[in-house]
T-cell receptor
Framework: NAGVMQNPRHLVRRRGQEARLRCSPM?????VYWYRQLPEEGLKFMVY????????ESGMPKERFSAEFPKEGPSILRIQQVVRGDSAAYFC?????????????FGPGTRLTVT | AQTVTQSQPEMSVQEAETVTLSCTYD???????LFWYKQPPSRQMILVIR??????QNATENRFSVNFQKAAKSFSLKISDSQLGDAAMYFC?????????????FGGGTRLMVKP
């Protein structure tokens, strides 16, 4: 029973390039959450998606960031024209249901470094 | 908006001894979940323990237990018989109950060092 998968684990981009981070939820999970962890800080919520729908993007920067969770395939977090301040660890979590005592299971994270 | 505060950036404990990590939170909700997560150097987030706010009994998981004080909005983690493998960042987190706002709100973390 594979856990939440994220790839790549490490991603290096130059300023101005695009970064694409992928997240495959646990089998049977249709709820996906993205969090960002800046160095020496806690995780901060970015966006919550169900299959083909963005439910809550209140934590996502308004520009350059987008997320999707298509009917088939992984969830994608896309950062356009990256800047040094985007350097962080990005974590994906999935859950079976949104409400109730359903745990969010975390992936290993993608560490993005912008040079 | 909910906030979670961990006032101890670092804590240190001798192996086999007991340590308590502090967490306070702010919410206007009456029902919610509270969590402690461990993040070792691998950065993998590992759920340590969970508490439902409507339960008066404090949660326990082997060597880990919590002291949940709802009125004071306090949720501390006690680690008994500390082991070297307990060394990690520990994050307190809050989540609402219900369909809306299911995201976790995390504190800033406490780095726990275990001395042999």
């Amino acid at each position: 029973n594979a856990g939440v998968m994220q790839n790549p684990r490490h991603l290096v981009r130059r300023r101005g390039q695009e970064a694409r981070l992928r997240c495959s939820p646990m089998k049977g999970h249709s709820h996906v959450y993205w969090y960002r962890q800046l160095p020496e800080e806690g995780l901060k919520f970015m966006v919550y998606l169900q299959k083909e729908n963005i439910i809550d993007e209140s934590g996502m920067p308004k520009e350059r960031f987008s997320a999707e969770f298509p009917k088939e395939g992984p969830s994608i977090l896309r950062i356009q024209q990256v800047v040094r301040g985007d350097s962080a660890a990005y974590f994906c979590a999935s859950s079976l249901q949104a409400a109730g005592p359903y745990e969010q299971y975390f992936g290993p994270g993608t560490r993005l470094t912008v040079t | 908006a909910q906030t979670v505060t961990q006032s101890q950036p670092e804590m240190s404990v001798q192996e086999a001894e007991t340590v308590t990590l502090s967490c306070t939170y702010d919410t206007s909700e009456s029902d919610y979940y509270l969590f402690w997560y461990k993040q070792p150097p691998s950065r993998q987030m590992i759920l340590v323990i969970r508490q439902e706010a409507y339960k008066q009994q404090n949660a326990t998981e082997n060597r880990f237990s919590v002291n949940f004080q709802k009125a004071a909005k306090s949720f501390s983690l006690k680690i008994s018989d500390s082991q070297l493998g307990d060394a990690a960042m520990y994050f307190c987190a809050y989540r609402r109950i219900g369909n809306a706002g299911n995201m976790l709100t995390f504190g800033g973390g406490t780095r726990l060092m275990v001395k042999p």
